[in-house]
Every structure is written in C-alpha cells, then in structure tokens.
C-alpha cells in the first residue's frame, strides 16, 4: 500500500504544477481574497476529481482490458509540451477578469480548465485500482489538494528572490507526463 500511495503522490505532484502556478497566481492578486481562492480551488479540483473518477469506472466497466491504451494521452501531452518549448507559458498564469462569474467562480472554472491533463492521467490509473485503493487514493487527493492550496498561499506571501530555472518549466512536465504515459501503458501490457 505504501507504494500505491507514493506513487499516486507521484502523479499529484506533476499532474499539478500548474495548478500551483495558477494558485500562486490568483493568491498574489490583491483582488481575490484567500477564501474566494480556497473555495474556488477545491471546487475545480472536485470536479475534475469527480470526472477522473466517473471515468475510470466506465473504462474499468467498459474498456478494462483497453485502459492501458490511455496512457498514450499522457504521453502525446508530454511529447506535445517537449515539442512546444519555448513557446509562452501565459496561458498558466493568466487571470481572467471575474465580470458575472465572481472571483471564487472565476479560480473554480481555471481549476476546472486545468483538469484536461489530470483526467487524462488519473483516469487509467483510477481503473486499476481495487474500490478500497480508490477510496484511499481520493481522500489522499482531497488532503494533497489542501496542502498544494496551503504551499501556493505561503510562497505567494514570501518575497521574490529568484525564479525557477529555465529547463524546469521546459522539461519537468512534459518528461513526468511522458514517465506517466510510459506507466499506464507498461502496466496495461504487463496485465494483459
């Protein structure tokens, strides 16, 4: 089990780089309160959760012995953000003005936009597991969720000193999306 756990820790983290620049985005916007922040990210992050979920049980039903097929989406994205680099990162960090959505609106549908690629990842992996590993797996996500929220309000109230370097916004996503497609895709064949 402790595997289990590590590696959906695994999955969190790089599935949610930029929903931490996006947080951090949002908490240095004097506009948006820290409430309307939290709210509105545990609301996208719900959401897109709750599709992953509903997904993986149509693949576990539907599709078991074709999941691993899913994987090569994680890939495509990574192989897509390699192809892609140097190219602006501003669609990440961009803050839409709030008009009739309201600010906690406006952070639930970002989050909510930023759940593509999570899907993507979570739904192969969710469909392997067994009910009590799923369980597991989402209160862990729900709890990771807090922490990720708790991280981007503690960096954003820290004064800037340095950015990060160049080749960990180039590369870091697209090879752990690529790592992630390799896994899914391993695993289904191993399976089978």
Known sequence: MEGLL?????FFAITHLDTLVLLLA????????????AIGHYLGFSI??????????????LLREFAFVLGFVPLALGLWGILRRGTSNDHYTRIVPSGRLGRTGVVTVAGIGLSGENIAVFVPFFATL??????GVTALYLIAAGVLFVLALFISRRPATAN????????AAPVSLILVGLYVLSAGWVVT
């Not at 509903?54 to 693949?59: A, D, I, Q, T």
């Not at 067994?130 to 369980?135: K, M």
């Not at 990060?164 to 180039?170: N, S, T, Y």
């Open 6 to 10: 590590a590696l959906s820790l695994w």
């Open 26 to 37: 949002f908490c240095t916007d004097e506009r948006y309160r820290v409430g309307e922040v």
């Open 48 to 61: 897109g959760l709750a599709g992953a979920l509903v997904g993986s049980f149509v693949v576990a039903e």
């Open 130 to 135: 067994s009910t009590a590993e799923l369980l």
């Open 164 to 171: 990060l370097p160049e080749w960990v916004e180039e590369w």
